[in-house]
């Protein structure tokens, strides 16, 4: 009894790291940086700060993003993105996901991979539409421009640019 549950989990850990290993390998992983820089948020000056780690699958990425009043140190804004990337087309993955916050919005949210952009767009016409674009430079920095949908077209609200000297 005790060698068939042995065998049976070394074959279920064998097949979990070649599903590991095959997704890895599929997808250009998303790169994790911990970065902040100063931003403009609510017509305030405040920090952001962006921590991106791995997540529960080899093809989860993890962003927490927070934005503090620059004098005081306050949360004015928490977020959580959860992306999961699936091989595309053309050297293209596809992103799926969702997006939690502060405010109490939690949106699905579509995009795409190329390795180096992660262009999504988040929400629904039922509650607020918006989209984000992340530029992951090669020397470790990254650009994010966020915008909303407004009715009368997209506004852009957030545009921050994380040194790649970040002290995250």
Known sequence: MKTAYLAGLAIFLSWQALAQKETETETKPIPTPSLEAP?????ADALCTTVWTLGKHASHRVQDYTIRH????????SGRGLYRM???DNGTDTIDGYWEDSQGSVHKLVGTWNG???AVTWGSPETEQGRSRYVFEGDGGMKVQDWVLRPEGWQMFMEVTYPATSPK
């Open 70 to 77: 620059a004098a005081s140190g306050a949360v004015m804004f």
């Open 116 to 118: 180096t952009d992660l």
């Open 86 to 88: 699936k091989p595309g």
């Open 39 to 43: 931003c403009n948020a609510f017509g």
